[in-house]
């Protein structure tokens, strides 16, 4: 059984005074199994971002469910919807979303924190992902002491601290240089490679050309999906270009 199902999305937001609708995601199926790294892709305001605050419990579906390792999210009450993004969910932002008051040790702690985890189990969890993600000389450093790509290093190893049932990444590598950028394709890889099922959606064909699997999203629905298979990160690089000049140009659905 998939570790996440998405059963035929829908959002239709209304205008403030109702009196247009725009429908952001029309039927969106698809499914995510355990260990896989997912990423969707698709123009501006093809509902990517739409589809992952409905995945990430931010905002409920017109019609449709989101199932994750078998609990529905739209069953979850709202007084309990915190707690279970808090547990479930692991975050990766573009611009980081690092607490400048709060050390780098503290960030990352701060989902254990909320949970009411003892001092001493969150060293025990925390010092590990630091060293392993490299950043554990800089824990005492607050965020606006260290470069780009260790703020991000920082914001993965506070996604992954509670063990998550999955990672969700929204342009994780929009505000980082190359180098910072191809050190944290790399980190993705690994934490995917130790069993950490990862769904991404990027704008970047380097970033994507690293996932296991691809979702082009069209006008609200998935239109295309390619799968990695033994293929090398250049030559998926290419057929994901390839993909999106068929996107651009108005392709047929699955072509």
Not at 4 to 31: E, M
């Amino acid at each position: 059984m998939p570790l996440l199902t998405v059963n035929h999305l829908k959002k239709i937001y209304t205008t403030r005074f109702g009196g247009n609708q725009v429908q952001a995601l029309s039927d969106v199926t698809f499914s995510v199994e355990e260990g896989e790294y997912v990423a969707i892709m698709g123009e501006s305001g093809s509902g990517k971002t739409t589809l992952l605050n409905i995945l990430a419990s931010l905002d409920q579906p017109t019609s449709g469910s989101v199932i994750l390792n078998n609990v529905e999210l739209g069953s979850i009450p709202d007084r309990q919807l915190s707690a279970f993004r808090r547990e479930n969910l692991g975050f990766v932002f573009q611009d980081f979303n690092l607490l400048d008051t709060f050390s780098l040790y503290d960030n990352i702690a701060l989902p254990l924190v909320l949970s009411r985890r003892t001092p001493k189990e969150i060293q025990r969890r925390l010092l590990p992902l630091a060293q392993m993600l490299g950043i554990d000389a800089l824990l005492k450093k607050y965020p606006y002491e260290v470069s780009g790509g260790q703020k991000q290093r920082a914001a993965v190893a506070r996604a992954l601290i509670t063990d998550p049932q999955i990672v969700l990444a929204d342009e994780p590598t929009g505000a980082l240089d190359s180098k910072s950028t191809d050190s944290l394709l790399r980190i993705f890889e690994e934490i995917n490679r130790m069993g950490q099922t990862i769904f991404m959606v990027t704008h970047s064909l380097k970033a994507a050309s690293h996932a296991n699997r691809v979702l082009f999203i069209k006008d609200g629905v998935v239109f295309h999906q390619l799968y990695k298979g033994a293929a090398s990160n250049e030559e998926m690089y290419q057929h994901i270009s390839d993909a999106l000049t068929v996107l651009a140009t108005g392709g047929k659905n699955g072509e």
